[in-house]
């Protein structure tokens, strides 16, 4: 399946959150809830606003993962970026029906292609233990596991796991 990655839009807000809503389930069996305020949808606005802002700003950036048809399939996200040491926190999540198609690793892969323009050298992901598809696809990228002092736990079901991914001097950047 083709895709594309693209940064989010204010008009996105309404599709965002349908396909929020549509995969919240499958979503908080890996990853900690968003809470029931996220899916509220004027809550959902004002945050969507925000992140819009946020992006403007240039400290983080989201991208929704859509087919050429243009439906949402997924997100990536570039966030907390850290100017001085060109280092940001990587986030991605792809809805149910479209786990298993090499959608997350396409999307890394896009995303790995436009960090030149973003001036990032280095991305940081963590995952969830029992999240072995999220695992192989920072693998698959180039992302190293590392040791990292937190030991986060919600309700001592969830533990993560950190990677860092760093350009390395064979790249064309």
């Known amino acids: 399946m083709d895709i594309l990655i693209e940064l989010l839009k204010e008009k996105d807000a309404e599709d965002l959150l349908k396909f929020e809503l549509e995969n919240r389930a499958f979503f908080e069996e890996m990853v900690p809830s968003r ?3 996220y899916y509220n949808p004027q809550i959902f606005k004002e945050r969507h606003k925000d992140l819009l802002e946020e992006q403007e700003q240039g400290v983080s950036y989201f991208y929704l993962i859509k087919n ?3 439906s949402i399939l997924g997100r990536i996200n570039l966030v907390d970026i850290d100017k001085s040491l060109k280092e940001a926190y990587l986030g991605y999540r792809v809805g149910q029906v479209n786990t298993g198609k090499d959608i997350a690793n396409k999307a890394l892969k896009l995303l790995i292609d436009s960090l030149k323009e973003k001036n ?4 940081i992901a963590k995952t969830t233990t029992n999240n072995i598809a999220s695992q192989r696809v920072l ?3 180039g992302f190293l596991e590392f040791v990292n002092g937190e030991h ?9 796991l950190y990677y860092s991914w760093t350009i390395n001097k ?3 950047y």
Do not use: H, P
């Not at 986060?152 to 993560?160: A, H, M, R, W």
């Open 35 to 37: 809470g029931d305020d």
């Open 120 to 123: 990032i050298k280095t991305m």
């Open 170 to 172: 064979e790249r064309s």
């Open 152 to 160: 986060e736990k919600q309700d001592d079901k969830l533990k993560f």
């Open 68 to 70: 050429l048809e243009g």
């Open 139 to 141: 693998e698959k990228n």
